[in-house]
């Protein structure tokens, strides 16, 4: 079945620095989307991309969609201690266009 | 906040009993999906319902189910507990089959014993 792996397990950095998450597919996507989860709350969806190549941009964070659509990756630039918790990409495949399979997430932690 | 709620918050069960977990989703959304998350892992797809009919799948036995109610809220039921079904269950609300953005409850936390 579809498998979507996400690295770094783990991401530690001082303020003001950049951060970036991956996240590959073993099929091509039909879209992919990201959720940020709090420590000890739920997933809140961040974005979704469906275009091969496409780049969106909110704020700090820049999503990107690979050309073969296989790949995307999370890039936050400048990191607040509120952009702590878990990222997750989640992608769904043209065959099972209801069913989302999540990575297993990186946990993003800040020291002020 | 999303406006989608679930109950209860958190429950303890023990393995062999039967469980319910209510979802009510976003005024408006026709589309619930369930998830299992272990703690460190991220959501996995258990069902999905669209205007009350299960619609979609994950790979979990038949002693999870679900029903869909007219007003879109939700039941997942999970028969026969076992120490491995302890997770936090989430429901997602969405409009449409095909669901684009969804809006995630708070999750009930479940502990098997």
């Known amino acids: 079945g579809q498998q979507v792996m996400q690295i770094p397990q783990y991401q530690h950095v001082q303020e003001g620095e950049d951060f970036t998450t991956y996240c590959n597919s073993s099929t091509t996507l039909s879209n992919i989307q990201w959720y940020k989860q709090r420590p000890g709350g739920h997933p809140v969806f961040l974005i979704q991309l469906v275009k091969s190549g496409e780049v969106k941009k909110q704020k700090r964070l820049t999503f990107q969609f690979g050309e073969a659509k296989k790949n995307s990756s999370l890039h936050i630039t400048a990191t607040q201690t509120t952009d702590v918790g878990t990222y997750f990409c989640a992608g769904r495949s043209g065959g099972s266009n209801y069913k989302l399979t999540f990575g297993k997430g990186t946990l993003l932690t800040v020291n002020p | 906040e999303t406006g989608v709620t679930q109950s209860p918050t958190h429950l303890i069960k023990t393995r062999g009993q039967q469980v319910t977990l209510r979802c009510s989703s976003q005024s408006g959304h026709n589309t619930v999906s369930w998830y299992q998350q272990a703690l460190g892992q991220g959501p996995q797809f258990i069902f999905q319902?669209?205007?009350?009919?299960?619609?979609g799948r994950g790979n979990f036995p038949p002693r999870f189910s679900g029903l869909q109610f007219p007003n879109y809220s939700s039941e997942l039921n999970v028969n026969a507990l076992e120490l491995d079904d302890s997770a936090l269950y989430l429901c997602?609300?969405?409009?449409?089959?095909?669901?684009?953005?969804?809006?995630f409850g708070p999750g009930t936390r479940l502990t098997v014993t």
């Open positions: 319902y669209y205007r009350e009919e299960e619609n």
């Open positions: 997602a609300s969405s409009l449409g089959g095909v669901p684009l953005e969804q809006y």
